[in-house]
């Protein structure tokens, strides 16, 4: 052994001292790989040094050293692992865990995929030839593969000697158990980000506003793991009917409609298989297993620069309520285990999330109606009662006064007419309630023209007393709904009757039945005390009465109309009024045709 070589020998291993102390100390993994490669180049002489990390079946070119300008590029640069440790370890020679391929046993088609230094080649049988290639795979401790060094332009060009095979040698399990403590580091600070991201969007519970608390939880989700972009949908509630909605860290969402429903689709089917994996995604390759919503992923991930990501349901047990995708670009790393588990509670936590801040507010919803139920069954108890004393009031005076001076004509009359008032309301009443409880009808076909005769023929003498014109325009061909045979006739008895008994004396009441659009349409139109804007807003509230003191002097309940669009509406139809005080209005129903309904 040369005295100049014990110096090399001991530059090394100082060189070799030092890396390996810097290495664990720092905490960087692309630092530490980068310390291992300028090591080999700096201190053991070589020209090129190149890492890759295995990552699955994959090697990601991480890392390399040397002077070489074009070697650059060579950075995440991915190859099939087989193609490598597989194929060029199978025909080369061991040195220790060195692996080394002389080029004249390379086949031609390796020979394409490999880096070739710019060198002459010599006829020097010990001369590195510029395709000789060498490889120092890198081990954990527990002889796990977890990555491969390829070195190039060995000191002077040489084929390395035994001595510097046992260098490198002694520098690639440095660098292999350098590498696994980096890696452990990575992954432990990995999941105590993660751990912390998961913990702050626990910590959501108890918001009231789901957007700001998922802008919250994918702002988390993004500072804690490498990402292109975040996106968080939440699915429409049926329901409640919200609209569907997105954001994203660091941008702000582009997904529109019609791709949510493709991937909503995906993942409900997966759901329903019982699969709620998050599923991973890679771009280059175009490998989407088991996505039917591939395409639009693709587009919506290219927006992003994406080359892969993950989508993960967003969700509680089986049900589906939103997604989760995070997307990464090239230079980002592939997910490891670790990040797929806790994308995947990440998604459940905000299914959490969505389930309880809709909980909460159909909660406050229910509870809203429910107090202004409790107010409108005082109101109604009150109006009712009032509704009740009056005539009664009334029947009870005239009563004594029959009592006290005989029977006098115009008690009779008072005494008929209340309680006639009383037997309104208390129909009227029972009308209201057997209405409020029905939800389905005896359906039957009806002529809406034969409907309107029968109602006018029965208003035709409290028509003529009152000096009030009345009209039929009668279709050309019978207009025919499928109704029920006693509650929409009622309907039409009261627009009509409420139009006799709202025009005074000289007017005129035009009634006409016609088909428009798959429905069928009565207008009942009079040219009578009309009703103003402010009471048009509660014209179809129960015990709603105008406040035109005119229309007051006329006897009548406020239930009439409550009760006819109940009914229009249990056929699937509606009632509309357009009016102007001291002009007139027109009433207008509608319900679906017989065949369309
Ligand atoms: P009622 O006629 O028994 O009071 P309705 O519910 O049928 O009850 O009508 C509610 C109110 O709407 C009536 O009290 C009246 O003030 C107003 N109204 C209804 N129809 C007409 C009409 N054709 N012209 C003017 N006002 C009307």
Redesign the pocket.
Known sequence: MTRSFDTFRADVVRRLYEVISRVNSSADLNEVLQEIAQGVVEGLRYGVAAISRLEGDTLVMSTVAGDEVDLAELVGRRTPAENVLGREFSIADHWGILRFVPHDRLPPEQIESLWVPDLEISDDPDAWHPLDALYAPLYSSTGELLGNMAVDLPPDNKIPNREQRELLEMFAVQAGLALENAQRRDSLSRQVRLGEALKQLALLAGHVDLKSALEEAANALSGALPVAQVVVRCFADNVEDHEDYAVGAPHPPRAPADTVDLVRADLVRHAAQGGQRPHLFSLPDDDFPGLASAPVIRQQSELFGGSHGLLAPVGVDREVLGYLVVLRDETQPRFEPEEVDAMHEAGRELGRLVRDVRLRRTERRLLAELRELDRYKGELIATISHELKTPLTSIIGHTELLEEAGVQPTSVGAISRNAARLDRLVTNLLNYSRIQGRHELQRVPLDLGEACHASLEMLRIQAQTADVDLHLVEPQTPVRVLGDAEELPRVID?LCS??V??TPAGGRIEVSVRAVNGRGEVRVA?T????SSHDQMH?FSAF???T?PQ?LTIP???????ISRTIAELHGGDITVESELGTG?V?TLRVPIAGDA
Request: avoid cysteine.
């Open positions: 009261n409420n139009a008994k709202y009079d009578g005390l009309g009703i014209l709603h009465r105008s035109n229309a009548g309940t406020g239930l009439g109309l409550a209005s009433f």
